[in-house]
């Protein structure tokens, strides 16, 4: 599944069988270039984040979640993981010897584990296995 | 493998760390005169009103120099301005703008740019000059081989007169004429 | 008639200042080639 095909997914609770929140990004953790966490919109109380090991299913239409109880403010690393700094669309991307590839247009994730199989620059796809590094100007990869 | 690249190139370069963050910039490109040695490079701060740093980059410190930033590994490889170039050096020692004079006092020109060999090491290997009438070039920039025995300071760049004869129009002429120069040179002492 | 042209005056000063500020910055950041053991 790509990031741009779940840009306003509703975020559901099977307990409830409502809406609890919507997605507005996606926090990625460069060092396992793993999908880690979901950047929320709309929530009901004052968390806006949901961990990944939080959510029952990422599924083509909707992200379920058993209920809005699991809906968090961001902690510790995902605090920083999460700010507006390191989000990954747009970001350029930089490779370990200083050549800019491109900017990430789409990400290509897995939604049963949240891997990160690509980034995806338009000429090019890069294996989410070269990611070194997301910070405030590139994500750095491995050539 | 080396790459050719001219010092402005590199000068404001942003300065990235493998977590992605770019830390600072290239300021000056700072090299010993005798045989052209990078010694490292001073370093700016990022954004509208930052200044110098005095944290700066020995070559040693660099996980590359690319065509659109200079690598390091984290912020814990910045040395200490001090350590790469002492205030006075700094201030008067910018070959920048400096006069080139040959020791039989002929003006060749100006010193616009310096190209840089860079692969395992940096080396300034040369010189680019907006040229005086005396270099018969119509004032065009071309290049000069660093020569490896004639004295330079932010003032002038004292080359000796056969210089003229391995100055090239274009850089990609560049790598034959400085072996030929250092050859010829070394023919010459004996 | 008084009160707004101090404003504007404030306001064009503080322009100046911030684009002086700026322009130093840019000179201060800005690089060269040096040579060690110089002259």
């Known amino acids: 599944m790509r990031f741009s095909e779940a840009k306003n997914h509703r975020v559901v609770s099977t307990t409830g069988a409502v809406t609890v929140g919507r997605l507005r990004e996606f ?23 949901l961990t990944w090991n939080n959510l029952k299913a990422f599924g083509p239409d909707a992200v379920t979640v058993e209920s809005a109880d699991v809906i968090t403010a961001a902690e510790g690393d995902l605090i920083m993981m999460s700010d507006k700094h390191h989000r990954i669309l747009g970001k350029r991307v930089l490779t370990e010897h200083g050549e800019e590839l491109g900017r990430v247009k789409d990400v290509e994730f897995d939604p049963e584990n949240g891997l990160v199989q690509s980034l995806l620059i338009g000429s090019e796809e890069i294996s989410g296995s070269r990611i070194l590094g997301l910070g405030s100007y590139a994500v750095v990869v491995r050539l | 493998m080396t790459v050719l690249m001219r010092a402005k190139e590199i000068i404001r370069r942003p300065v990235v760390t493998l977590a992605g963050d770019d830390v600072a910039q290239i300021k000056d490109v700072v090299y010993a005169d005798d045989q052209g040695e990078v010694a490292g490079f001073t370093l700016a701060g990022r954004g509208l009103f930052a200044g110098p740093k005095k944290e700066a980059l020995a070559w040693t410190s660099i996980h590359a120099v690319g065509r659109d930033a200079v690598m390091i590994i984290n912020e814990e490889m910045f040395d200490q301005r001090r350590d790469i170039v002492d205030k006075a050096q700094a201030r008067g020692g910018n070959v920048i703008a400096s006069r080139v004079l040959t020791d039989t006092g002929t003006d060749l020109g100006k010193v616009v740019d310096a190209i840089l060999e860079i692969g395992e090491t940096a080396r300034v290997v040369g010189y680019a000059i907006d040229s005086s009438e005396a270099l018969g070039r119509g004032g065009r920039t071309v290049f000069i081989p660093l020569p490896d025995t004639i004295a330079v300071s932010g003032e002038a760049l004292i080359v000796p007169s056969t210089a003229a004869d391995f100055v090239s129009d274009d850089l990609s002429g560049f790598g034959a ?4 120069f250092r050859d010829r040179l070394r023919g010459e002492k004996h | 008639m008084d ?26 950041r800005s690089g060269g080639v040096i040579t060690k053991r110089s002259g």
Do not use: F, Y
């Open chain 1, 27 to 49: 926090v990625v953790d460069p060092r396992t270039a793993h999908v880690v966490a979901l950047s929320l919109k709309k929530t009901e109380g004052s968390g806006d984040t």
């Open chain 3, 3 to 28: 009160w707004w042209v101090w404003l504007i005056i404030i306001l064009a000063i503080v322009v100046v200042a911030l684009g002086g500020a700026i322009a130093i910055q840019a000179r201060r």
């Open chain 2, 177 to 180: 004429s400085v072996q030929a």
